[in-house]
């Protein structure tokens, strides 16, 4: 099966510019998760959807971190405007029932 | 709070010998954990995963432990191997699928 895909793979950008990333998730897989891996770090949560349903956003910062997955299968997470802090990797996963989730290989974000 | 973290940032072992990567949480209440690999420039990759009501998982050469008394977790890798470089996540799901990560172990095999 083909597994999770994101674009793009590197993003540049000065601070206070906008940045949006996309994810392709494993089809039939309705649970999608944003992480965010700041470079030394383990992943942190950012979103939970299930199919176009937030289930968990507490450690998304919505003043500036937007995401959403209207048709229940793609999804968009967009940051503006961009911090320097924001660098990191952008990694998306989804899950079938919970368990058993399948990442992607992320967006390496770098804000100067 | 919730929180999931790795006794040791480094590891390097000699190729051929077993390497033990250990891991500590403090959520009681999780009831599934994952073992995750990831190499440079990759996203995690699934190792090996076990639920609270088992102590003890074997997969292919990776047998993890748990011990819910301590809220502690190990990984080990039998007979370790140049591939098996990278750096390790312990993560734990403590609710309706949200997943906690540790902070990593980089595991260096040496030839």
């Known amino acids: 099966e083909a597994g999770v895909a994101q674009s793009p793979r590197y993003k540049i950008i000065e601070k206070r510019q906008s940045v949006a990333f996309w994810c392709n998730p494993i089809?039939?897989?309705?649970?999608l998760y944003w992480y965010q891996q700041i470079l030394g770090q383990g992943p942190k949560l950012l979103i939970q959807?299930?199919?176009?349903?937030?289930?968990?956003d507490s450690q998304l910062p919505k003043d500036r971190f937007s995401a959403e997955r209207l048709k229940g299968v793609d999804s968009t997470l967009k940051i503006q405007p961009a911090k320097l802090e924001d660098s990191a990797v952008y990694l998306c996963?989804?899950?079938?029932?919970?368990?058993?989730?399948?990442f992607g290989s992320g967006t390496r974000l770098t804000v100067v | 709070g919730e929180s999931v973290g790795l006794h040791l940032p480094t590891l390097s072992v000699q190729e051929g010998d077993n390497s033990i990567i250990n891991c500590a949480y403090s959520?009681?209440?999780?009831?599934?954990f994952i073992w995750y690999k990831q190499e440079s420039g990759k996203g995690p990759q699934f190792i090996i995963d076990i639920r609270s009501n088992m102590d003890k998982r074997q997969g292919q050469r990776v047998t993890v432990l748990l011990n819910k008394t301590v809220k502690h977790l190990s990984l080990q890798i039998a007979a370790t191997q140049p591939g098996d470089s990278a750096v390790y996540f312990c993560a734990e799901n403590v609710e309706r699928g949200k997943l906690i990560f540790g902070q990593g172990t980089e595991l260096s095999v040496k030839p």
């Open positions: 959520n009681s209440a999780s009831d599934y």
């Open positions: 089809s039939g897989h309705a649970t």
């Open positions: 959807f299930q199919n176009n349903g937030v289930v968990d």
């Open positions: 996963a989804s899950s079938l029932s919970g368990d058993g989730y399948t």
